[in-house]
């Protein structure tokens, strides 16, 4: 079955060590006012592509190309994400992020037009990093009040996608970046989904293995929203369960659900997310609210998953000292941004 199922599944992402498109990089000398692009998104057509200096490559894939910009009149900074033509998802990209204005989604403020018809999105510009490149490079884990505080940032973003029918399909460390400021936010559309009324989307086995849940393995049964309504898969709950591997990971500062050391073998992957028990390291590291919370967002079952609704008032969250957990997070970005080598 696995080897059957490892050649429907050629375009699955299984470098588990692969950095992000996003972190911090400090301004040029030459320009001496810059401002992070945090302001409210403006009408397709007021930026030009020629309006903008590119200053360094903040990632590279086989999607695209992020760069580090500066508006040349105003120093402002931003992230430009170009998107090759052609590329699988570019037009659902663009269409999700036009629907989305969140404080916890990372802002697109215009999609601009280029000569090659490629798609080029002119983003926030998140001066932290992604969460993915904080825990690498011999870390370790994040203290429990910062993630409490990314859990509570994160599933606020998901809160908002699902009341818009907002599948993101690939939550992970590398798609949620922060600020300075402690801001959490979800990035990175490529293979979002919105569902449609009647509760169909596109097939389920795209995105990053290492963060799929086990019913997205599962290609045989009904995973577009046909059959009977019991038996239909929930698309929403599996973000919830990326966002428990997520903040598995970031707890025990690896990959959590393989040994460590382990070949992340497409099959391997299959078989600890769908058979596979909890770390017992959880068991001795972890509060009695953090192992709760992150069982209840890696049920196998789908439909006892919990959902963000119910996440959102979990006492891991609601029991969280706000400030306290701002700063331990601050504190994390502080200590551990520095410039990486990245992808998109």
Not at 295 to 318: I, M, N
């Given at each position: 079955?696995?080897?059957?199922?490892?050649?429907?599944?050629p375009h699955l992402h299984l470098t588990l060590d692969a950095?992000?498109?996003?972190?911090?990089?400090?301004?040029?000398?030459?320009?001496?006012?810059?401002?992070?692009?945090?302001?409210?998104?403006?009408?397709?057509?007021?930026?030009?592509?020629?309006?903008?200096?590119?200053?360094?490559?903040?990632?590279?894939?086989?999607?695209?190309?992020?760069?580090?910009?500066?508006?040349?009149?105003?120093?402002?900074?931003?992230?430009?994400?170009?998107?090759?033509?052609?590329?699988?998802?570019?037009?659902?990209?663009?269409?999700?992020?036009?629907?989305?204005?969140?404080?916890?989604?990372?802002?697109?403020?215009?999609?601009?037009?280029?000569?090659?018809?490629?798609?080029?999105?002119?983003?926030?510009?998140?001066?932290?990093?992604?969460?993915?490149?904080?825990?690498?490079?011999?870390?370790?884990?994040?203290?429990?009040?910062?993630?409490?505080?990314?859990?509570?940032?994160?599933?606020?973003?998901?809160?908002?996608?699902?009341?818009?029918?907002?599948?993101?399909?690939?939550?992970?460390?590398?798609?949620?970046?922060?600020?300075?400021?402690?801001?959490?936010?979800?990035?990175?559309?490529?293979?979002?989904?919105?569902?449609?009324?009647?509760?169909?989307?596109?097939?389920?086995?795209e995105g990053t293995a290492a963060y799929m849940s086990p019913?997205?393995?599962?290609?045989?049964?009904?995973?577009?929203?046909?059959?009977?309504?019991?038996?239909?898969?929930?698309?929403?709950?599996?973000?919830?369960?990326?966002?428990?591997?997520?903040?598995?990971?970031?707890?025990?500062?690896?990959?959590?659900?393989?040994?460590?050391?382990?070949?992340?073998?497409?099959?391997?992957?299959?078989?600890?997310?769908?058979?596979?028990?909890?770390?017992?390291?959880?068991?001795?590291?972890?509060?009695?609210?953090?192992?709760?919370?992150?069982?209840?967002?890696?049920?196998?079952?789908?439909?006892?998953?919990?959902?963000?609704?119910?996440?959102?008032?979990?006492?891991?969250?609601?029991?969280?000292?706000?400030?306290?957990?701002?700063?331990?997070?601050?504190?994390?970005?502080?200590?551990?941004?520095?410039?990486?080598?990245?992808?998109?």
């Amino acid at each position: 079955m696995a080897a059957a199922r490892e050649r429907r599944l050629p375009h699955l992402h299984l470098t588990l060590d692969a950095p992000t498109w996003a972190f911090r990089c400090p301004a040029p000398a030459s320009v001496t006012v810059a401002t992070l692009s945090t302001s409210a998104p403006r009408p397709d057509g007021e930026f030009r592509l020629i309006d903008f200096d590119r200053l360094s490559v903040l990632g590279r894939g086989n999607g695209g190309i992020v760069h580090k910009v500066s508006h040349r009149r105003t120093s402002a900074l931003y992230a430009l994400k170009i998107i090759h033509r052609g590329h699988p998802g570019a037009d659902e990209e663009v269409d999700v992020v036009r629907r989305v204005d969140s404080p916890h989604i990372v802002r697109c403020h215009s999609v601009l037009p280029t000569a090659s018809g490629d798609s080029a999105l002119l983003l926030e510009l998140m001066d932290g990093g992604s969460l993915d490149s904080l825990v690498r490079g011999g870390h370790g884990g994040f203290p429990e009040e910062a993630l409490a505080e990314v859990a509570a940032q994160a599933l606020s973003g998901l809160a908002y996608l699902r009341a818009r029918r907002v599948v993101h399909r690939d939550i992970k460390p590398a798609n949620l970046l922060v600020n300075s400021a402690g801001h959490v936010k979800i990035a990175d559309f490529g293979i979002a989904e919105v569902v449609s009324r009647a509760g169909k989307y596109r097939a389920a086995y795209e995105g990053t293995a290492a963060y799929m849940s086990p019913e997205r393995f599962d290609t045989e049964r009904s995973l577009h929203g046909d059959g009977d309504e019991q038996d239909r898969v929930d698309p929403y709950a599996a973000d919830v369960w990326g966002l428990g591997v997520t903040v598995l990971e970031l707890l025990v500062g690896r990959y959590p659900l393989l040994p460590a050391g382990q070949k992340p073998s497409w099959a391997a992957l299959m078989c600890a997310i769908c058979f596979g028990e909890l770390p017992t390291l959880l068991d001795s590291t972890a509060s009695p609210e953090l192992r709760g919370f992150v069982a209840a967002c890696l049920q196998k079952d789908h439909r006892k998953r919990a959902s963000v609704a119910e996440l959102l008032v979990h006492p891991f969250v609601t029991g969280r000292d706000v400030a306290a957990s701002r700063r331990a997070l601050c504190q994390v970005i502080e200590q551990r941004s520095m410039p990486i080598s990245t992808r998109v």
